[in-house]
């Protein structure tokens, strides 16, 4: 790896875990040449490639300004809960418990979820806040056969952490399903937004032994997140 690629990734990884926090400046250039042991060239070219990927901006008489991150990268394809992601990201993120009740699965509601008629699931509810500005709403269906026991104080923790780590559950894939759809008046009120689309991510998540344990549909304001994934070709044969 060349020394510009070394230094970029060590201020990249500065700027996420917020050494050089949002809105602030980063070292002059002279600073950075002192403190790498580089020519003002090599500075540059990381700067050069800072700047390409969104994380710093030249601005008259401030120098390097580091970026808010304002489009956070969604992970389709992975099984990741909204705190690992939260924590990896480094963001400042708070979850609310809007509502958690347990409910006798209908017809309906067992052909939206993948649930049997008349099992019990537990309904839980809950609103994501990056910089205090709620950005996610989740509403979350799980077995109560599997899971006996869930709190508000769980439930505003991470429901996966309880699951691995209490309860010893094997988390082992989903079916997932993406949409765009629009925003409902309740919506709109516990989003504290006019927007008029949301994008909804439908998941079926299954343990190891292939039994299903939830339905999630986790809706998404559209000018936070992108939604990204990782897709490798197959060759044929």
């Keep these: 790896m060349k020394k510009y690629q070394e230094i970029f990734n060590d201020i990249k990884e500065k700027i996420i875990n917020q050494t050089y926090p949002a809105e602030s400046s980063l070292p002059t250039e002279k600073e950075l040449q002192t403190l790498y042991g580089v020519s003002r060239d090599t500075i540059r070219k990381a700067l050069s ?7 710093i901006q030249k601005v008259q008489g401030r120098g390097s300004l580091v970026l808010k991150q304002e489009v956070l990268n969604f992970p389709v394809s992975g099984l990741t809960s909204y705190q690992e992601l939260a924590q990896s990201l480094h963001i400042n993120s708070q979850t609310e418990v809007v509502s958690l009740e347990l409910l006798t699965v209908n017809s309906n509601l067992a052909q939206l979820t993948g649930f049997e008629v ?27 056969e599997l899971i006996p026991v869930l709190t508000e104080e769980i439930a505003s923790q991470s429901i996966y952490a309880y699951l691995e780590g209490e309860l010893g559950l094997d988390i082992a894939y ?15 009120k516990l989003m504290h937004t006019q927007d008029e689309f949301l ?3 439908r998941s079926r998540v299954y343990l190891g032994d292939t039994r299903q344990f939830q339905y999630t549909e986790s809706k998404h304001k559209i000018d936070k997140f992108r939604f990204v994934d990782f897709a490798r070709r197959k060759h044929s044969l």
């Design 118 to 144: 008349f099992s019990k699931v537990w309904k839980v509810v809950r609103t994501r806040s990056i910089d205090g500005k709620v950005s996610v709403l989740d509403t979350d269906y799980l077995a109560q």
């Design 174 to 188: 989903a079916q997932k399903e993406i949409t765009v759809e629009p925003t409902s008046p309740e919506e709109q």
């Design 49 to 55: 490639l800072l700047t390409e990927r969104g994380l």
């Design 199 to 201: 994008v909804l991510i």
